[in-house]
């Protein structure tokens, strides 16, 4: 069975403060995402990385993708409110046909 | 540029009885896949289809159906309700494997 563990679960933080979130698979993935959130709507996808070792940046935010491509970090500087919601990683796998399985989810709540 | 339209937005059922999610994209991607989301259970995949004509099974298939007769649409048919099916659905698509999912607005459906 293919897991996506994300750490922590839960995170409650105030406006200002740095926090990291962990994406960890005992397999290698061809692609993972990063999507947020927000209470009544879907998911929508914050950024795609392919490499091992590859970083990207989306203003406040860094992802990181591992250089086994079996993990994967967001880091959001400075937090604010509006970075509130659920944080969801996720990715392909390939083992004789694709598979794209989701995270368990990291809940975010950036107090003001 | 809509991305991907799903309806209705809220929708309670009793138990028996049938009903259609409709879902449709602007987008011309191939993938498109249905989810539901429950508290505890993250997303999992219902059905997916990779193109007109071609759908498969995700991991929770039982007590729906699904169709592509098109591109654009990919309706989720649930043939008799139950309550175990109370829960959100999420309509997404993607250009294809290592893509990430843009993702409808969702369902939530309720089955008393």
């Known amino acids: 069975t293919q897991l996506l563990e994300q750490s922590p679960q839960f995170l409650s933080i105030q406006e200002g403060e740095n926090l990291t979130v962990y994406c960890n698979s005992s397999?290698?993935?061809?692609?993972l995402q990063w999507y947020r959130q927000e209470p009544g709507e879907g998911p929508v996808l914050l950024v795609t990385?392919?490499?091992?070792?590859e970083v990207k940046k989306l203003k406040r935010l860094t992802f990181q993708f591992g250089d086994a491509r079996k993990d994967s970090s967001l880091h959001i500087t400075a937090a604010q409110p509006g970075d509130t919601g659920l944080y969801l990683c996720?990715?392909?796998?390939?083992?004789?046909?694709?598979?794209?399985?989701f995270g368990t989810g990291t809940r975010l709540k950036v107090l003001a | 540029n809509a991305g991907v339209t799903q309806t209705p937005k809220f929708q309670v059922l009793k138990t028996g009885q049938s009903m259609t999610l409709q879902c449709a994209q602007d987008?011309?991607?191939?993938?498109m896949s249905w989810y539901r989301q429950d508290p505890g259970m993250g997303l999992r995949l219902i059905h997916y289809?990779?193109?007109?004509?071609?759908?498969d099974q995700g991991e929770v298939p039982n007590g729906y159906n699904v169709s592509r007769s098109t591109t654009e649409d990919f309706p989720l048919r649930l043939l008799s309700a139950a309550p175990s099916q109370t829960s959100v659905y999420f309509c997404?698509?993607?250009?294809?494997?290592?893509?990430?999912?843009?993702f409808g607005s969702g369902t939530r459906l309720t089955v008393v």
């Open positions: 997404a698509t993607r250009r294809g494997v290592n893509y990430g999912y843009t």
């Open positions: 397999s290698v993935f061809s692609s």
């Open positions: 289809s990779v193109g007109a004509g071609i759908t």
């Open positions: 990385v392919v490499t091992g070792g």
């Open positions: 987008m011309n991607h191939e993938y």
């Open positions: 996720a990715g392909a796998i390939y083992s004789g046909t694709y598979k794209y399985i």
